[in-house]
């Protein structure tokens, strides 16, 4: 099979799709008040971390929270039954039910436990909320803002002008020679064997792929090619997209690490990638040469798919 067919061979788990995210509720008080009643509420503490219990996000009675909307709530969506699913920043509370056993999860801890509703109703309700903590004044003239549209946007209550969540895009990149290798990357400030792809923010007026381009020459002094998009993942830490390619380089060009960012780069064989895989990630104690990304990551979803191709 040619390398231009690689794909991702699964979806990553921060971009799952399983909640209606009923967007045009956003503007109808009316609705999203009568709704409120029979509504599910996440609550998200001040670390962003959540409820989990058996694979899924811990959802509580809204009503019990007040018997309307509060300002500093958001509206997530529309659950598959119908009730409307909101998000509020605030302390964790036990589950209703004391049969079932939850445990406190962070974002970046969740790997592939959860459903694909609740990573949906998870990743939208971080980013949201941290852009709320971040944007209680006007990026326009410093005013002070409330929050509008659900929680979708925030305004001047003086002049009405609206601001909407604001997302950073950066590119991720597995560069590989059109064969049986791979460049894996090790910034200086990860600890020792910790390696895993290039990436790097879009600057102004640039495109996806000279995004890609610059990033890969700037931070190991590799010259890409054939720069292909393979699909891309929220990363809301605080505000990221992350968007995900693979390009070719070749093997014989010398490294070279010019903004000091990347300690230590090399070529990785396929077999070499899938003993790693198998043995450890980031997280793991295992005494294995290379650790990789966490399941919770775009990153480590393109690794298992160049890792699985042939």
Same mark, same amino acid.
């Given at each position: 099979?040619?390398?231009?067919?690689?794909?991702?061979?699964?979806?990553?788990?921060?971009?799952?799709?399983?909640?209606?995210?009923?967007? !045009?509720?956003?503007?109808?008080?009316?609705?999203?008040?009568?709704?409120?009643?029979?509504?599910?509420?996440?609550?998200?503490?001040? *670390?962003?971390?959540?409820?989990?219990?058996?694979?899924?996000?811990?959802?509580?009675?809204?009503? &019990?929270?007040?018997? &309307?909307?509060?300002?500093?709530?958001?509206?997530?969506?529309?659950?598959?039954?119908? *009730?409307?699913?909101?998000? /509020?920043?605030?302390?964790?509370?036990?589950?209703?039910?004391?049969?079932? *056993?939850?445990?406190?999860?962070?974002?970046?801890?969740?790997?592939?436990?959860?459903?694909?509703? %609740?990573? !949906?109703?998870?990743? =939208?309700?971080?980013?949201?909320?941290?852009?709320?903590?971040?944007?209680?004044?006007?990026?326009?003239?410093? %005013?002070?803002?409330?929050? +509008?549209?659900? #929680?979708?946007?925030?305004?001047?209550?003086?002049?009405?002008?609206?601001?909407?969540?604001?997302?950073?895009?950066?590119?991720? =990149?597995?560069?590989?020679?059109?064969?049986?290798? +791979?460049?894996?990357?090790?910034?200086?400030?990860?600890?020792?064997?910790? $390696?895993?792809?290039?990436?790097?923010?879009?600057?102004? #007026?640039?495109?996806?792929?000279? =995004?890609?381009?610059?990033?890969?020459?700037?931070?190991? #002094?590799?010259?890409?090619?054939?720069?292909?998009?393979?699909?891309? !993942?929220?990363?809301?830490?605080?505000?990221?997209?992350?968007?995900? $390619?693979?390009?070719?380089?070749?093997?014989?060009?010398? $490294?070279?690490?010019?903004?000091?960012? /990347?300690?230590?780069?090399?070529? $990785?064989?396929?077999?070499?990638?899938?003993?790693?895989?198998?043995?450890?990630?980031? %997280?793991?104690?295992?005494?294995? &040469?290379?650790?990789?990304?966490? %399941?919770?990551?775009?990153?480590?979803?393109? /690794?298992?798919?160049?890792?699985?191709?042939?």
């Amino acid at each position: 099979m040619a390398i231009a067919d690689f794909q991702l061979r699964n979806v990553p788990l921060l971009s799952r799709v399983g909640a209606d995210r009923a967007d !045009q509720l956003r503007t109808d008080v009316e609705a999203a008040t009568a709704g409120w009643a029979d509504a599910a509420l996440l609550r998200v503490d001040s *670390r962003s971390q959540v409820l989990i219990a058996d694979g899924r996000v811990v959802l509580g009675a809204a009503a &019990k929270l007040a018997d &309307k909307p509060p300002p500093e709530a958001v509206f997530l969506g529309r659950l598959d039954d119908g *009730r409307h699913v909101w998000a /509020i920043r605030g302390a964790l509370e036990a589950p209703e039910d004391p049969g079932v *056993r939850a445990e406190v999860v962070n974002l970046r801890g969740l790997g592939s436990i959860l459903d694909d509703t %609740s990573s !949906q109703l998870v990743s =939208c309700a971080v980013a949201l909320l941290n852009w709320h903590d971040s944007a209680r004044f006007s990026s326009v003239d410093g %005013s002070p803002t409330r929050p +509008a549209r659900a #929680g979708w946007a925030r305004v001047n209550p003086v002049t009405g002008h609206e601001e909407f969540p604001r997302i950073d895009p950066a590119v991720i =990149c597995l560069v590989h020679d059109g064969g049986d290798r +791979a460049v894996l990357a090790r910034q200086a400030v990860w600890p020792e064997r910790m $390696f895993s792809l290039l990436a790097g923010f879009v600057e102004a #007026g640039e495109s996806f792929e000279g =995004c890609v381009a610059r990033e890969i020459r700037e931070e190991i #002094g590799l010259t890409v090619r054939d720069v292909r998009y393979l699909g891309s !993942q929220p990363w809301p830490f605080p505000r990221s997209l992350m968007v995900g $390619f693979h390009a070719v380089a070749d093997p014989g060009e010398d $490294f070279s690490f010019n903004d000091g960012e /990347i300690a230590e780069a090399a070529w $990785f064989t396929r077999d070499e990638v899938r003993t790693a895989l198998a043995a450890a990630d980031w %997280s793991s104690s295992a005494d294995s &040469k290379l650790l990789l990304p966490g %399941s919770i990551s775009i990153a480590r979803v393109i /690794i298992e798919s160049w890792a699985a191709f042939d």
